[in-house]
């Protein structure tokens, strides 16, 4: 597979088969991810690679989080918590339409869509995932810039061994549950998780084809 089909096939996986992956497969999707480049080769990632029992105990845990009506804490400010300007709304809005028409969640389905929400707060079932963290004395801007470098490394290099990922904002919600189990230390901040497992072909979610914006939208050439 070159580099602009993997690219171009890379698409975020929301439905997982229960096969666990491999140790060694994810060791050497790690591998590969930190080649990425670092701000002064500071390699400024720590990977926390959650097995069967600790995603399941971290799972329960959040769910518990949850249902004490406890609010999210994420480390980092995610948009579900700063809130969108419009024209950056209206793409979020289209991605949840096109979601949640595959999976048949309609709109005023408000049961389907917290049972969504509750899914993807459990890694949408992956059998393992993926937390990265960074060294709490360096984790401003060229740091987090690096990680998702580094992050977009794991979904690339895990498409050749036929994994999927979602890269996931909603994992890191309640940090101090990864904390917890993963045993993070306090000196790390906890950025991201990315859900890693073998596609569900059968999952409708899977076949989503997310749309992009026009180029010219995005492009300026300058001086050609
Ligand atoms: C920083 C970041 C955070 C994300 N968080 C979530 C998330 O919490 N839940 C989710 O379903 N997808 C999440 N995604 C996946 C995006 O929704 C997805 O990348 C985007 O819609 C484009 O679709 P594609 O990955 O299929 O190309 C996240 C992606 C990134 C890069």
Redesign the pocket.
Known sequence: MDVIEAMHE?????GFLPTPVPKEVLLEVLKAAVRAPSSENLQPWKFYVLGRTVIETLKAKVMDQIEAGKPPEPEFP?Y?TMGLPQKYRSRMVE?GKA?FGLVGIERHDTEGRRLWYLK?MRF?EAPNAIIITVDEEISGFSSVFSI?CA??AV?LAALPFGLGT??????VLYPEVIREVASVPKGEKIV??IAIGYPDPEFKANS???P?VPLEEVVTLVGF
């Open positions: 890379r698409k975020s996986i929301r995610t579900m991605l979601l993807m949408f998702g992050t977009m979904a979602c890269i996931q904002h909603a994992g991201m998780s989503l084809v997310s992009r």
